[in-house]
């Protein structure tokens, strides 16, 4: 027990550790700022969700029901969180070998390096199930033993998920044998992954904007109680666990306890075969290229070698190239589901905003891909090899800027040749878009390098850590929330200019932020690109 | 040895390598490097030892320009690594004490990437990479993928790739940790032949036989001082002492 407690201590310390300097938050002020913004962009919609689905449920003397939708709603979330979380920290992680020697058993593993899991997947369950939790407590007059079994449930949520996840990929991986079939079910599990996410999201956003079906459901004769727990009965026990309700206490944590013992009798059988085998290079066919000499470019062998890091790595990969398939999945998700259709988008009332539409498609590579703000991370400790380099130090950065934008060229490009075949645009509507998307994605992929440069985070165990646990995106991301607001506020302004005249300005304001931030980077930034120790 | 530094200086040939005053500190208030002067002539060998945390492998960062100095100046052929960098790196190539690097191309990817790097010609590049490859006994691993090796292998490729380029200063950290004795003596041969041949080697090392046989100078650092920096004669002159006892003495806890 104390080898697995001083275990679990040790990769909780790392995690932990890792995550805090993940978020890095040398900026003093800024970065806790930074922080609490992104955490309360995430935070804010989770609790209005969980306000407007108490009102009708209460009304109908059912406000239990938000714990049971919540809890639902979490254990997918963990569940889909948990799932590649799993696989990078088994099957990808650096520290299995130093593991697989030290005297301890297979579950001792296992369940230690899980107890990371569970405390990410915790905070997920913050996001989600606490809102809804804390709202129902409020609302309840709690009294202090329902806090008290609120916080019990609120601990325990992770469970479920997590060992349902690990069960699930174990006996998978088991028969997931070599490299590069590894690397190809990591893949397409995560497309399958991201269809899901998104389906269940647009689910969520049409239940949510149906206050009538919430009704009707819940008029139901069997009540909606029973009817959710036909699917998932411990949404039926957590909800009464809170309540109070012994027995179902009593069930969800036998449910639980039974999980982790299976969990333990399948970590015994199934780790030195699953784990085990992943981390044995000799167990992966090694394929005999051929010799050659050939002279190419600084420029092309950086481009490549840039390229090359992230296509060889299937969580580089998923978070650069697949991001780009997310609009065409979440239009195939709505057109299959009947949420939107072609005549829908070619009506003449979209007439005016077809243009803003064509531009927001091809831009979405630009926007939700933000490879430049990993570019240098992404490296990890092999960035040495670039600094010692006779190159100069703006063309290190350059060539990382250039595959960004070549990477998110590519799928503006995919993207407008499907957009244009579905949807008839007119050819100035398409010259306008594709000179907004390039000045865009110009500026983004370079403004995201100064984020890296400032962050750039090359010691991680996981590449998961690197590209998706990396506080970096949310910065990111929270730099394109500010630049949409800004949009948002010149076409209001601007209104009267029209749709063409609108995108010739944003245009113009995009280049004008790309050179601004291109001298950032090249003239002020470099000095601290120079600086990046390893 | 002695000898053979006086005919260099005799010569007059330039200084390949000059540290003035270099100090690096991390947090800005310990430093891991402490006002340190050095100077390596071109053709030498010159072995850097000193215990672990030293100041060893931050030197030699700071001479790669891998880590900037907190203060002072290093120069390369007379260039400085820090007003012009470019200049100053097509002097040397580098091997690090570790060798992480990009692993997911093949070897020979790896060997024309740093040829490229160094604008090294078709013929030469060749030439350069078959020669040391099969020195090494990896030529014929050059087309598996380098996540495929071995850490002797991975370490046999980065020097290789270092030797491409057929720089004016080698600088190795810890080169022979790692390889098998075969291809460490390979690796003495290499350096004693690239200095016959006029380049400069500079290493880093515990293994003080290797420096002992090696090198025209010994540089000792010690908690980011240079404790010494002359040839062998020199250091254990008046003394029956061994190497290893001077460099014990010198680096004891006081």
């Known amino acids: ?534 | 040895m002695l000898l053979i530094v006086k005919i260099l200086l005799k010569e007059g040939r330039g200084l390949m390598l000059s540290l003035k005053n270099i100090s690096k500190s991390y947090d800005g208030k310990k430093k891991a490097v402490n006002n340190l002067n050095l100077d390596v002539k071109e053709g030498e060998i010159i072995g850097f030892i000193g215990p672990n945390g030293a100041g060893k492998t931050t030197t030699i960062k700071m001479i790669a320009g891998i880590l900037s100095p907190s203060q002072g100046e290093i120069t390369i052929n007379g260039v400085d690594i820090e007003k012009n960098a470019i200049r100053a790196k097509k002097n040397f190539t580098f091997v690090p004490d570790h060798p992480a690097i990009f692993d997911a191309i093949k070897g020979i990817d790896y060997l024309n990437f740093i040829a490229d790097m160094y604008d090294i010609s078709v013929e030469d590049r060749k030439q350069r990479i078959e020669r040391y490859t099969k020195d090494f006994q990896i030529y014929s691993a050059l087309g598996q993928t380098i996540n495929s090796y071995s850490h002797g292998m991975k370490q046999k490729l980065l020097v290789s790739g270092a030797l491409i380029p057929n720089p004016k200063l080698f600088i190795l950290d810890e080169p022979m940790v790692g390889l098998d004795p075969q291809s460490a003596k390979i690796l003495k041969d290499i350096m004693k032949e690239h200095c016959d041949r006029g380049g400069t080697v500079f290493f880093s090392s515990h293994v003080l036989e290797v420096v002992e046989n090696l090198c025209h100078r010994v540089a000792i650092i010690n908690r980011g001082n240079l404790v010494v920096c002359d040839t062998l004669e020199n250091i254990k002159r008046n003394t029956d002492s061994t190497l290893e006892q001077i460099f014990l003495e010198m680096t004891k806890d006081e």
């Open chain 1, 1 to 534: 027990m104390n080898k697995f407690i001083s275990l679990t201590k040790l990769q909780l310390k790392d995690f932990i550790s890792r995550y805090v300097s993940g978020l890095n938050l040398r900026g003093g002020n800024i970065g806790k700022i930074l922080l609490i913004f992104v955490a309360a962009m995430l935070l804010l919609p989770s609790i209005q969700l969980s306000q407007s689905l108490y009102t009708p449920v209460a009304m109908l003397g059912y406000p239990q029901l938000l714990i049971t939708f919540m809890y639902i709603a979490a254990v997918m979330a963990m569940l889909f969180t948990a799932l590649p979380f799993i696989i990078s920290i088994f099957f990808y992680s650096k520290d299995i070998t130093f593991l697989s020697s030290l005297p301890i058993t297979e579950s001792t593993i296992v369940f230690s390096k899980l107890s990371a899991i569970y405390i990410y997947l915790l905070a997920v369950s913050g996001f989600i199930f606490g809102p809804a939790l804390a709202i129902y407590i409020i609302n309840s007059n709690g009294s202090l033993l329902l806090f008290i079994l609120g916080m019990i449930t609120f601990i325990t949520s992770p469970i479920l998920p997590l060992v349902i996840a690990t069960i699930i990929i174990l006996p998978i991986m088991r028969f997931i044998s070599g490299s590069k079939r590894r690397n190809l079910f990591s893949i397409l599990g995560s497309i399958l992954l991201l269809a899901v996410i998104i389906g269940l999201q647009l689910a969520l956003t049409r239940f949510q904007s149906d206050p009538e079906g919430i009704q009707q459901l819940l008029a139901q004769s069997d009540g909606i109680l029973n009817l959710v727990g036909k699917g998932f009965p411990p949404s039926i026990w957590i909800t009464n666990m809170v309540q109070g309700s012994m027995i179902d206490t009593l069930l969800f944590f036998g449910l639980n306890i039974l999980l982790i013992l299976i969990l333990q009798f399948l970590s015994k059988v199934l780790y030195r075969k699953a784990m085990l085998s992943f981390n044995q290079q000799g167990s992966i066919g090694i394929k005999q290229g051929s010799i050659y000499y050939k002279k190419r470019s600084i420029g092309y062998q950086l481009i490549r070698r840039h390229i090359l890091i992230i296509i060889s790595n299937p969580t580089f990969f998923l978070n650069t190239f697949l991001i780009m398939i997310v609009p065409i999945l979440m239009f195939g998700i709505m057109y299959f589901t009947g949420e939107v259709s072609l005549q829908t988008l070619n009506s003449p009332l979209l007439d005016p905003y077809r243009v803003f539409i064509f531009a927001g498609i091809i831009s979405s590579p630009a926007i939700i891909g933000s490879n430049s703000a990993t570019a240098i991370t992404r490296e990890g400790k092999s960035f040495w090899e670039t600094k010692i380099l006779p190159i100069s130090l703006q063309d290190n950065i350059k060539y990382r800027v250039i595959t960004t934008i070549m990477i998110s060229i590519l799928g503006s490009l995919i993207l407008a040749i499907v957009s244009i075949i579905l949807l008839n645009f007119s050819l100035i509507q398409v010259l306008l878009g594709i000179m907004a998307c390039v000045s865009l994605t110009l500026f983004l992929s370079t403004i995201d390098i100064i984020i890296n440069i400032y962050r750039p985070m090359l010691d991680w165990t996981h590449p998961t850590a690197a590209v998706k646990n990396n506080m970096n995106v949310m910065i990111s991301l929270a730099i394109r929330v500010a630049l949409g607001g800004l949009v948002y506020l010149i076409a209001i302004i601007a209104k009267a200019l029209g749709s063409s005249s609108l995108m010739i300005l944003f245009s113009c304001i995009f280049l004008v932020l790309f050179f601004i931030s291109r001298y950032l980077v090249y003239k002020v930034f470099v000095k601290m690109f120079r600086d990046i120790s390893i």
